[in-house]
């Protein structure tokens, strides 16, 4: 059983406007799902930084749309997951999915649009994408500026709610100023720098602080944040696992693979189907109870939201 922390299939659904039930288009759909080890994914809502500002919020709510209708109702066996008890209360022939917002740009600078996506059941809200928005400056942003006051709010809010902070695409100054305010920080897509010195990865002292903190970290199958190339092979994941385990990481990791945020391939883990080669692979080097923890343990433990 794993929970994957991360995926752009709603983007992928609302651009493409493809059948989530089994369309080869996607390398997560629904047949691949119910195939696949993942018991629980987490769904984007990912509004294109092309959508003008006045549109950005309404296209955030056609995903919402698209979660409920194209994967939720459909199927009787997945099931909406809200909290903490709804993830403990999950059948064995059931999957969990939990809606995400990845980057703020889509509420602008109101605070009302944020709550609405959180009564709607956002539970993982991501700060920025690559660029700068009304809460921060993302990784892409030259100026690099941290939080604003609006930002400060929006984090004060989060906490207020028991909603997980997203780190991953944050700039490096706005990393350290929520954390600084954060009650809930994760980064739910981001490797190791150390290992692929890319904008997007977390450097030591940024995977430190996430330790010391007791947050959470996704391992993600980007082949540039695996080794700098558009081209990765599966096994060149496992030295990223193994290095946030070896920094005393082994309680705050997990996966968030980006499935459909790529067109590049990750060759042994092409679509969802393809985790169990992962497994597989770091079942060499890892014990049973830390393979427990990596897959879904750390992600219930952590899960913010109670009820
Ligand atoms: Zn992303």
Not at 172 to 183: A, H, N, R, T
Not at 260 to 279: M, P, Q, S
Request: charged content about 25%; aromatic content about 12%.
């Amino acid at each position: 059983m794993i929970i994957d922390a991360h995926c752009d299939v709603l983007w992928k659904l609302w651009e493409k406007k493809v059948d989530f039930y089994d369309s080869e288009a996607l390398r997560f759909n629904y047949l691949k799902w119910k195939q696949s080890d993942v018991k629980v994914q987490c769904f984007a809502i990912f509004v294109p930084e092309e959508i003008t500002e006045e549109a950005q919020f309404s296209v955030a709510l056609e995903m919402v749309s698209i979660f409920f209708e194209q994967i939720i109702e459909p199927y009787d066996d997945v099931r909406f997951v809200a909290n903490r008890q709804d993830l403990m209360k999950l059948q064995p022939e059931e999957k969990g999915a939990i809606l995400t917002l990845e980057g703020c740009h889509a509420i602008g600078s109101d605070i009302n649009k944020l709550k609405t996506l959180i009564r709607l059941g956002v539970r993982i809200v991501g700060l920025t994408w690559n660029q700068a928005n009304s809460v921060c400056d993302g990784i892409e942003e030259e100026r690099g500026a941290g939080l604003s006051s609006f930002g400060r709010k929006v984090v004060e809010y989060l906490n207020q709610e028991q909603i997980w902070t997203d780190l991953s695409h944050i700039s490096y100054q706005g990393f350290w100023d929520v954390l600084s305010i954060c009650d809930y920080p994760m980064a739910s897509h981001s490797n190791v720098y150390h290992l692929s010195p890319h904008k997007r990865n977390l450097d030591d002292t940024q995977l430190k602080a996430l330790i010391d903190c007791n947050s959470w970290i996704g391992i993600t199958f980007v082949p540039e944040f695996i080794n700098g190339n558009h081209h990765a092979f599966m096994q060149e994941i496992v030295p990223h696992v193994e290095y946030i385990i070896a920094m005393g990481g082994e309680n705050v990791i997990g996966f968030g693979s980006d499935f459909e945020g790529t067109d590049d391939l990750v060759t042994g883990l092409a679509e969802v189907t393809d985790y169990k080669f992962l497994i597989n692979e770091l079942c060499h080097s890892q014990t049973k109870e830390t393979m427990q923890k990596l897959m879904c343990k750390n992600f219930v433990d952590k899960f913010p939201r109670q009820r």
